[in-house]
């Protein structure tokens, strides 16, 4: 099955991404798996040039140091295959204005903003060319992104059914546990790279100390009683979650175990740390190597655009042009 799926390098990766994309990769990966760091995704928001290269690069890092294999995973950064952006703009006329104007994402990115930048508006259409252009047939996400790739599927529902079969209509697939986590000091909205407040999103490389003070912090309540339960105490649902994710047992055996927060915050920061520890062990020593980073992702570059020219040629002469 071909599986595709991309993050931004946009900050620091946070435990979100990591549990609700990132280990799902490595843990689902083959030799038909592309995954892609979408630098031209990050331009939607201000960001300088060095710290785009900057991030690109410890992003792409990152990837490996999860686990994914480039011996069996293509790997590579978007800007690399020119395809992508060719494809999203055929797309973006196919994709209505109205459609777009209605990802929440969208409307709450731009909110924050004085101004936003037409890129913010039509970012949609370039993660569905994105998709599309490896007929993609399964998308691992998190659950932020289910309205992405419905939008995904319906422009390539709507091209094939205007143009003539074109394009895979690709699934989302989505973890079992901890597909949205939450953050840590506002337990009601989505850990964020680029929203959330220094203690309310846990970076995955964040120090030993720095991962200890931000669960020990995180945002509970004042009843006291261990209980998994999202309506009544978001933020220790959002804590049973993670530990669930990490330990392997469902959040109520966790929460069954527990009489105390302080008791079950201390052994999470134990977990998270354990785990962690070798992720950035390796990034480290992938970014002490930058020529061999660069040349891994050149192979994973000229692997993606064999596929993406293929299925850039076909779209481009069903609409008629080069
Ligand atoms: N809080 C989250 N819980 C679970 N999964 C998450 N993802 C993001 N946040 C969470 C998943 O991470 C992958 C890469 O995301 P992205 O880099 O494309 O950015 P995003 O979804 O817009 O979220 P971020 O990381 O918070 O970035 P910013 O703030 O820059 O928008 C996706 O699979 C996503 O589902």
């Known amino acids: 099955m071909r ?29 038909n798996s592309y995954y892609c760091v979408v630098d031209l995704h990050a331009l939607t928001l201000p960001i300088s040039p060095a710290d785009l290269q900057r991030h690109t690069l410890e992003l792409s890092a990152t990837l490996f140091a999860v686990g994914l294999d480039p011996n069996v995973a293509t790997v590579f950064v978007q800007s690399q295959v020119p395809h992508h952006t060719r ?35 039509t970012y949609p259409v370039l993660m569905a060319a994105d998709i599309l252009l490896y007929d993609a047939q399964r998308v691992p996400v998190g659950d932020d992104q289910r309205q992405h790739l419905e939008l995904a599927r319906n422009l390539a529902e709507r091209f094939n059914n205007r143009y003539g079969e074109t394009f895979v209509v690709p699934e989302g697939f989505f973890p079992p546990v901890a597909a949205r986590v939450m953050d840590l000091q506002e337990p009601t909205r989505k850990m964020s790279k680029s929203v959330s407040s220094p203690l309310g999103a846990m970076g995955i490389f964040d120090s030993e100390a720095d991962i200890r003070k931000k669960i020990m912090k995180a945002m509970t309540d004042t009843d006291g009683e261990v209980r998994f339960d999202w309506d009544a105490k978001p ?20 929460a069954s175990r527990y009489e105390r927060y302080g008791d079950l915050k201390k052994d999470l920061a134990d977990l998270v740390v354990a785990h962690l520890a070798p992720i950035t062990q390796r990034r480290d020593d992938l970014l002490a190597d930058k020529g061999e980073l660069n040349r891994l992702l050149s192979i994973g570059a000229a692997r993606a655009e064999v596929i993406a020219e293929a299925t850039y040629r076909r779209a481009a002469s069903a609409v008629g042009v080069n």
């Not at 900050?11 to 030799?31: D, F, K, P």
């Not at 933020?235 to 055996?253: K, Y």
Request: glycine share 10%; proline share 2%; hydrophobic share 40%.
């Open 235 to 254: 933020g220790l649902a959002n804590l049973l979650e993670i530990f669930s994710a990490f330990s392997g047992e469902t959040p109520d055996t966790v």
């Open 87 to 121: 494809l999203s703009w055929i797309l973006e006329c196919v994709a209505s204005y109205g459609e777009l104007s209605r990802m929440t994402q969208f409307k709450e990115k731009a909110d924050r903003q004085d101004g936003f930048s037409a890129g913010l508006f």
């Open 3 to 31: 599986v595709l799926s991309g993050i931004q390098p946009s900050g620091a990766v946070h435990l979100g991404n990591y549990l609700g994309a990132l280990r799902q990769w490595a843990q689902q990966q083959s030799n």
